[in-house]
């Protein structure tokens, strides 16, 4: 089994829509949890750290569910400009600076 | 904000020759990271930097070496470069949680 793992998409969903990415890991000591941005040949960007509680920026909301090992990345009334892949990270083990990535899931909001 | 600056867009090196790969940050961060990016399989951690002078192998060094003499600089060596380190690479700092990436140096070796 990966260590993250996410579905690679793509997700093709018009504007205004509403999507969800989850994303698995394997480590039950991670502790530190992010989303990524990234555009086509660009490094990535940090969206949103994930917190046990939960936590929203505008249009994205983002959860953990540590029992079942997974984060989730929600968007709501997409935006042409949310086209990107969207990565998960997830640090190696608690305590550790090192970061695991996704593959990432790609998503394609069309007009 | 914190800028990571990556010394080169595009490289194009021949089979054999040394190749360096700097990267900058100028935030005072002791986190530096060297990752490759390849299509499918994600970004990968070559090697990491907690402080001056220390580094730390990641999940692929084989092939490459790395030197961290001033804090804000870590440079990512390809000792005899080869047609399978074709590939993009990224460099981030981080202090202490999260990644901010330099804009990446896409590598080709012929």
């Known amino acids: 089994r990966k260590e993250v793992e996410q579905d690679p998409g793509p997700f093709n969903v018009p504007e205004g829509a509403t999507v969800a990415f989850n994303c698995t890991y394997s480590?039950?000591?991670?502790?530190?949890f992010f989303w990524y941005r990234q555009d086509c040949r660009k490094e990535p960007k940090l969206l949103m750290s994930v917190y046990s509680s939960g936590n929203e920026d505008g249009r994205f909301t983002a959860q953990l569910n540590r029992a079942s090992q997974y984060i989730s990345l929600l968007i709501r009334d997409s935006k042409l400009s949310d086209s990107a892949t969207y990565l998960c990270?997830?640090?190696?083990?608690?305590?550790?600076?090192?970061?695991?990535f996704g593959t990432g899931t790609r998503l394609k909001v069309l007009a | 904000d914190v800028k990571v600056t990556q010394s080169s867009r595009y490289l194009v090196k021949r089979t054999g020759e040394k190749v360096f790969l700097e990267c900058v940050q100028d935030?005072?961060?002791?986190?530096m990271f060297w990752y490759r990016q390849d299509p499918g399989l994600g970004l990968r951690l070559i090697y990491f930097?907690?402080?001056?002078?220390?580094?730390e192998k990641g999940d692929i060094p084989e092939g490459y070496s790395v030197s961290r003499e001033k804090k804000e600089r870590f440079s990512l060596i390809l000792e005899s470069a080869s047609t399978n380190q074709t590939s993009m690479y990224l460099c981030a700092s981080s202090f202490p949680y999260g990644y901010t990436f330099g804009s990446g140096t896409r590598l080709t070796v012929v």
């Open positions: 990270v997830v640090n190696a083990a608690s305590g550790t600076y090192k970061y695991i």
């Open positions: 935030m005072d961060h002791e986190n």
């Open positions: 930097s907690y402080d001056v002078k220390m580094k």
């Open positions: 480590n039950s000591a991670s502790q530190s």
